[in-house]
T-cell receptor
Framework: GEDVEQSLFLSVREGDSSVINCTYT??????LYWYKQEPGAGLQLLTY?????DMKQDQRLTVLLNKKDKHLSLRIADTQTGDSAIYFC?????????FGAGTRLTVKP | EPEVTQTPSHQVTQMGQEVILRCVPI?????FYWYRQILGQKVEFLVS????????KSEIFDDQFSVERPDGSNFTLKIRSTKLEDSAMYFC??????????FGSGTRLTVV
């Protein structure tokens, strides 16, 4: 089936920028999503981008999409300890969403 | 903001027992989904449901699983005879306009 790949771990210092990368295989994806999961909690939608866009900014979050390379990234500016969580990339097409394994972001003070 | 509500938040059951996980979708959403996440692993698609029938299911969703909307509002996932490997977080999600899924906070199922 279609696949979404992410690196599993990222560690940054408080105040630095975090960049979480994702690749996907479904070239027909219409939306790409980033979800955040805090310990023991559900999936919280952070942001999404239409496949015909290459960038979207929302406060501290910047999403970059390279559709040719099927590469998606999430940049978190001025990362805070409260940003520590698992971040899931997901691709969506035709009422079907597929998730990556998640990147565990650890923010050190 | 509209929410997807799941109950119970945590269920412990003995192997071989039946469990029913409940979800109350957002009222004007038409597509419903169940996902599961085994501890420390990726979020896996189980089944999608539209117009009172299953529209797609994964290979995980075998004969021991079933879904239904018993009263037009709740959306349930039943596991007939639980196995140890069914222990996971089960997430209900609904899809409205704009392509964004809304997830419930999940039910943690522990099979002992």
């Amino acid at each position: 089936g279609e696949d979404v790949e992410q690196s599993l771990f990222l560690s940054v210092r408080e105040g630095d920028s975090s960049v979480i990368n994702c690749t996907y295989t479904d070239s027909s994806s219409t939306y790409l999503y980033w979800y955040k999961q805090e310990p023991g909690a559900g999936l919280q939608l952070l942001t999404y981008i239409f496949s015909n866009m290459d960038m979207k900014q929302d406060q501290r979050l910047t999403v970059l999409l390279n559709k040719k390379d099927k590469h998606l990234s999430l940049r978190i500016a001025d990362t805070q300890t409260g940003d520590s969580a698992i971040y899931f990339c997901a691709s969506y097409n035709n009422n079907d969403m597929r998730f990556g394994a998640g990147t565990r972001l650890t923010v050190k003070p | 903001e509209p929410e997807v509500t799941q109950t119970p938040s945590h269920q412990v059951t003995q192997m071989g027992q039946e469990v029913i996980l409940r979800c109350v979708p957002i009222s004007n959403h038409l597509y419903f989904y169940w996902y599961r996440q085994i501890l420390g692993q990726k979020v896996e698609f189980l089944v999608s449901f539209y117009n009172n029938e299953i529209s797609e299911k994964s290979e995980i969703f075998d004969d021991q699983f079933s879904v239904e909307r018993p009263d037009g509002s709740n959306f349930t996932l039943k596991i007939r005879s639980t196995k140890l490997e069914d222990s996971a977080m089960y997430f209900c999600a609904t899809l409205g306009g704009g392509g964004g899924y809304t997830f419930g906070s999940g039910t943690r199922l522990t099979v002992v």
